[in-house]
């Protein structure tokens, strides 16, 4: 009896063991994958460009802005963005404007963001310090340090291949709360289970660094700079295997194009391309078109070997997609500030189709509950447009929560060059002021039942098909034992 049950245990834990491998590789062959956010099956890239407005963030050693070089470096990121298939590219905010952190975070998690990527340049104001190159900054939240610390990989290698030194990847923790990203917009992304990252792509402190953005009189390089947007694109691409939009001219009657977005048409060898409207598409001598303004135009083409033909490219209007507000102050420390906030002063950004945004004033703002602690998110509205502004009432009664949400975007099987994490003294100037919010320790305690649930579940499926084996096996004992009785 003893033996019978130990070969039935044995059994079941055999039965267990087959089970959990297969759900292993089950999740294993998911890991590659990625999970895109877009209704249309793209990747969604929102890049923040960081300061602007008001906010010129640092200035050079020669002079220049800070917020000049992160746009230029934005604008030329988001424009070769354009030239792969499966992506849309979005911008946080207009070039002349400043959005709050927790707005620019929130505008990314209302496009459904599969990364927020924060353009910066970095500098020191310590003469001491002889400090240069890119550093990538990253959360320190365990569900989402892995995925952008490879996203950091990817571009700090691609930059130095520029000649930029790899500071290599870096987190900072709150000063204040235990468990959550210093920077707001990284604090805020998470929250809102976006993966997000802050490049500081070089030091404008440092003569030579400053020289990959600017020119000896403090004026932006708008080709270095597009040099550097093009290797944050690249390797985004290279993290998402994004594949670069070429159709067969031949075999490509009608194309349809978002504004700014690009195509490379090729034919069977070299050909001679015209538009017959430069205003809405161009096109050069390699076939490489590009979506201006909206309208439609005919591309003609005659190849080397007397083919000839004609593609028909349609560029739709921008639609406005999306909209979120922000208002400053967004996080309020007492009951007393609270009670003052002040609702008329609530701006918004508007996200077109083709990645662009403008501000704008809501149209109708909500009403905040002043005795509600925590996070609320009023609603707003612009003509067809709904979306909310957040504000925070950080009082003693509000008890704030980490994000818990996985993230949906997975890290490629093609693993980029690790760099090893350094420590600095000053890991970067972006200013921090508005608070984040502390860590209760959510994120163990929903490891924790997930690990035991997927126990639970396989050792409960392992006992069922051993039951089930084991009740197939008593029939076919009882037939051969009725035969034997018969005979």
Known sequence: MKIVMIRQIRKIFSYAAAAAMALLIGVGSCTSDVSAKDADGNIVIVIDPGHGGTDPGKQGINGVLESDANYAIA?????ELKNYSGVKVYFTRPED???TLTGRAMAAAELDADFLISIHNNSTSDESISANGAMVLTSVLPLYSTI??????YILNNLAQLGIKNNGIQTRSSTEY??????????????????TIIVE??????????????????????EKTAAIGRSDAEAVAAYFNLERRVLQAGQTGELELEK???????????????SNNESCVTVDEYGNIKAVGSGSAVLSYTASDGTAGVVNVKVDIPEQIAITGFIDPTFYKTKEKFSEIDLSTVKAVIAYSDGSVIQVIPEKVGEVDYNKPGIQDIPISYGALK????VVNQTEDYIPEVTSKEPETETQTAEPETTTQISSEEPSQIESTEQPEVNDGSFD??????????IVIVIALATVIFLLENRVSGKRRGRRNRRRRRY
């Open 97 to 99: 404007s400043l959005v």
């Open 260 to 274: 700014g977005y690009s195509a490379r048409l090729e034919t069977s060898g070299d050909a001679v391309w015209t």
């Open 445 to 454: 305690i929903v490891m924790i039942i997930k690990m035991a649930a997927g």
């Open 387 to 390: 979306g909310f502004v957040r």
């Open 201 to 222: 792509h070089c030091f404008l402190s440092s003569t030579t660094d400053v020289l990959f953005v600017s020119d000896e009189n403090g004026t932006v390089d708008y």
């Open 178 to 195: 235990v468990g959550e990203d210093y920077h707001t917009i990284m604090a805020e992304g998470m929250r809102a289970g976006v993966p």
């Open 75 to 79: 604008e030329a990121m988001m424009d």
């Open 148 to 153: 952008t610390a490879d996203m950091g990989n």
